[in-house]
């Protein structure tokens, strides 16, 4: 029998602050309503030549670096997304490029806020029966780039930013040790986002554009999803700890994905829990989707909440509908890491992305070569079409 322990961690957020006041400057809404209705505060907002991938290189790069785990050891690279920068290339191979993660198979995976608990299980299964051995699992979002910046209902909440653990097999029992990954594609309505933000699609012509799609947008029913947050969160980790075959006093800590602390509050009343047994970071970085679970178990273990031994929960839920939860044995003590140590490592990156222009140059001589199109062309050739 083979467990998927975490054995490295890591966040990466952007610089730019975006605070409760600037966007009582942008929209009608204040710090107060904001704070009260959501513990939200502040959240980050990715620069100009951030994206999706780049953000989620940081993090996974962060979480090799904990992980002490060179990037060509990785068997596999999972990016969990709502904000891709293309439908393909999937953000998962822009990072397996970035990292020089040579012997890895990388795929996005679109299960919206859950996305980060549907990866984990999916890695952490593909570790247990053995097809693999060592996995990146990252949730990355820029969702300032989706966000409707005149609708107060949506952009008050959403960041963006990246997480990312490593997992690793192991023959000692751990990591991983019970889920459930549920869904409901009845409310997809609810909280949704077109697949078409870069370009409209011409096929569906300017009819579908004006039928209420022409922002390319999230579009959200925040009331319900409230309602059908607090009654998944509640149930999912009664669920996953019974599966575990736990009860909720042996659970140490639950990292819930971050989207509103009324939801977390509801569910801690609904399972009789206090709060403290949340660990909550909405208040400084919104709701980053995808990126809150393992960006928020970063910080817990920043400030020391997490122990070898302890029962850990993870717990997501959001567009699709979907949710799903984990429970997770933690064994690993963070370690420190010297200065000198981490710019080596960061050097291995310099080399991977001279590397990968290396490979694209010797496509472009090979292709002028042969006489074939080179690949760019081939597409502007398309686009003149
Ligand atoms: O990752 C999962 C994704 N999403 C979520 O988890 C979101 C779940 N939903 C929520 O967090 C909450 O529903 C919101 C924070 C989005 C909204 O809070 P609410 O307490 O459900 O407010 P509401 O939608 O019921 O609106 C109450 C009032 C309305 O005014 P009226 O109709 O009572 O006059 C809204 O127009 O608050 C108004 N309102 C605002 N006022 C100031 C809505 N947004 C704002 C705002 N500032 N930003």
Known sequence: MRYAH??????????????????????????????TRTGIRERRIAGEKETTATLAFEAAARALAVADLHP????????????PEYIFPASAARVQDYLGATRAGAFDLAAACSGFIY????????????SIDTAVVIGSETLSRVMDWEDRGT???????????????????????????????????????????????????????????EKNTIS????????FATRVVSESIAVVVEKAGLTLDDIDIIIP?????????????????????????????????????????????????????????????GGGLTWGAGVIKWDVMPRDISFVGREWKRARYTMARGRSRLRKFGRRIGARLLGSPIPDARLKDAEKK
Request: hydrophobic letters at 45%; glycine letters at 10%; proline letters at 5%.
């Open 155 to 213: 952009c008050i909440l959403f960041g963006d930013g990246a997480g990312a653990v490593v997992l690793k097999g192991s023959s000692v029992p751990g990591g991983l040790m019970s889920s459930t990954l549920r869904a409901d594609g009845s409310g997809g309505d609810l909280l949704s986002l077109p697949a078409i933000y870069h370009n409209p699609i011409p096929m569906l012509g300017p009819e579908y554009l004006r039928n209420g799609h």
């Open 257 to 317: 994905h971050q989207a509103n602390v009324r939801i977390i509050e509801s569910a801690a009343k609904r399972l009789k829990l206090p709060m403290d047994k949340f660990f909550m970071n909405v208040d400084r970085v919104g709701n980053t989707s995808t990126a809150s679970i393992p960006i928020a178990l970063c910080e817990a273990i920043e400030a020391g909440k997490m122990h070898p031994d302890d029962n850990v929960v993870f717990v997501g839920f």
């Open 119 to 130: 990866a984990l299980n999916m890695a952490s299964q593909a570790i247990a029966t053995g």
């Open 6 to 35: 975490i054995i490295g961690w890591g966040a990466y957020l952007p610089d730019k602050v975006l605070t409760n006041d600037d966007l009582a400057q942008m929209v009608d809404t204040s710090d107060e309503w904001i704070y």
């Open 220 to 227: 959200m029913n925040g009331r319900q999803v409230f309602r």
């Open 72 to 83: 060509s050891q990785l068997d596999l690279v999972i990016v969990a997304t709502s904000t």
